[in-house]
C-alpha cells in the first residue's frame, strides 16, 4: 500500500500563510505605535498609517481611511502652523476681495494686470499705515483712559452699594443683605483688578524678551506687501490651482464657482458697508467731543458685520458707556449719530452695495448666528450668513444624493 501522501504545511502554501502574517504584522504595528505613540507624535502614527493603506488604497473603504485620515492630519498641520501661515492666508483673503477691481480695470481701460496690481497695493498699504500712525495712538489712548475710568467705577463699586436706595429697598423687602454684598464686592474687585494688572507686565515682559518674535513680526510686516502683489498679480491662477485640489461634484467643480462668487459679493459688499458704518459713527460723535468715539465707530463698523444682532449691540455697548462714562446729552447724541447711521445703511448703502440678497428667514439666521458663534466665536458670526446661504444653496440645488469625485482630473472612477 503506497505511503498516504504528507498533510499539507501552512509554510507550503503561502496564500494561507499570508492572511495570519498580515494581520501579525499590523498587531504589531499598532501595538508598537500605541506604546511610542507620545514619543512618535502624529507625524508618524500618521505616516504609518499611510503605509499601512496604501498597498490597498483601491479599495473604497481604504480610499476612505485615507481622505478622513488625510482630513485631519491636514486639520492638525494647519492647527499647529496656524501662526505661520496667518500672514499667506490673509493676504490670499485680501487679493479674493481685491482681485475684481483689477479684473474690472483690465477689462474695462485695458490696464495691465501688473500696473493695477501694484497701484492697488500701494494705496492698500498707505491706508494701513496712515491708520497705524494717525488712528492707532488715538485708539490706545482712549483705551487707556477707559481701563482706568473702568477700575475706578469698580473701585467704587461698594459704594454705590452701600448708599444705594434701591438696594436698601431690596434689603427692607428681605430680598438681598446690602452688608454681605458690600463685603463681597469689597474683597473681590481689588483681588481681580490686582491679578489682572499683574499679569500685564509679565505678558509684556515676555513679549519684549522674545527677540525672535519680534524680529519674525517685522520681517512679516515688511514681506506681507510683497505677498500681497504677487498674489494679486497671479491671483487668477493661484486661484484655479486651489480649485483643482477640492473635490468635484458629479463630475464637475462649477459649484465652486457659484459659491465663492455668492461668499465674495457678500463679504466685499459687507466689509464696505462695515467701513462706511464705522465712519458714519466715528467722525459725527469725534466733532461732537463725545469721549470714546473711535473706539465706538470701531465698535460700530466690527458689529455691523454680525447681521441682525450687531445693531443691536452697537446700541447698548454706546448708551452703556455713555451712562458710566459719560453726561446725558452724550447718550441723546450717541442715540441720534446711531439712528441717522442707521437710515444711511438701510436706505442708502445696502440697496446699492449689496446686490447678493441671502434669502434667508429671519429665524434661521438667529439660529445660524447663535450656532456659528458658539463653534467658531466672532469669526462664526461674521460668516453665519454666507455660510448659511451657501448650504440652503445647495440642499435647494441638489435635492438627491451628491455623487463626489475624489480622482484626478484625467478621470479616475467615481466614488
Known sequence: MPDAPPPPSLLAEPSRLRPVLLAGGVLAVFALLWSLGEELGPFWIAVAGAALLWP????????????AGGLVFGAYVVHLLAGTLAPFVAVFVAAYLLDPAVTWAEKRWDVPRWASTLALTLF??????????????????????????????????????????????????????????????TTFIPGQIQAALGRVPAFVGGLFRQVGALLGIVTTAALVPVLLFFTLKD????????VRLLPRVSGEREYLERATTVFGSYIRGQL???????????????????????????????????????????????????????????VLIVLAVL?????????????????????????????????????????GLILAVPAAALVAGAIRARREALVIDLGDDEGDEVV
Open 56 to 67: 490597498i488604497r483601491r479599495e473604497r473603504a481604504a480610499e476612505a481611511v485615507l481622505w
Open 124 to 185: 492698500v498699504v498707505g491706508v494701513v499705515a496712515g491708520a497705524l500712525v494717525l488712528l492707532v495712538p488715538m485708539l490706545i489712548g482712549q483705551i487707556e483712559d477707559l481701563a482706568g475710568q473702568a477700575v475706578a467705577l469698580a473701585l467704587r463699586a461698594p459704594e454705590w452699594v452701600a448708599e444705594s436706595d434701591a438696594l436698601a429697598q431690596a434689603e427692607e423687602a428681605g430680598l438681598v443683605d446690602r452688608s454681605a454684598l458690600v463685603q463681597q464686592i
Open 235 to 242: 491671483f487668477p491662477m493661484l486661484s484655479r490651482s486651489v
Open 272 to 330: 464696505t458697508i462695515s467701513a462706511a458704518s464705522a465712519v458714519l459713527v466715528a467722525v459725527p460723535l469725534l466733532l461732537f467731543g463725545v469721549p470714546y468715539s473711535l473706539l465706538l465707530g470701531l465698535a460700530a463698523g466690527v458689529l455691523n458685520l454680525i447681521p441682525s444682532l450687531g445693531s443691536v449691540l452697537t446700541y447698548v455697548l454706546g448708551v452703556g458707556l455713555m451712562l458710566a462714562f459719560g453726561t446725558f446729552s452724550d
Open 339 to 379: 439712528a441717522v447711521q442707521a437710515v444711511i445703511e438701510q436706505a442708502v448703502l445696502t440697496p446699492n452695495i449689496m446686490s447678493q440678497q441671502v434669502g434667508l428667514h429671519p429665524v434661521v439666521i438667529l439660529v445660524a448666528l447663535f450656532a456659528c458663534g458658539a463653534l467658531f466665536g466672532l469669526l
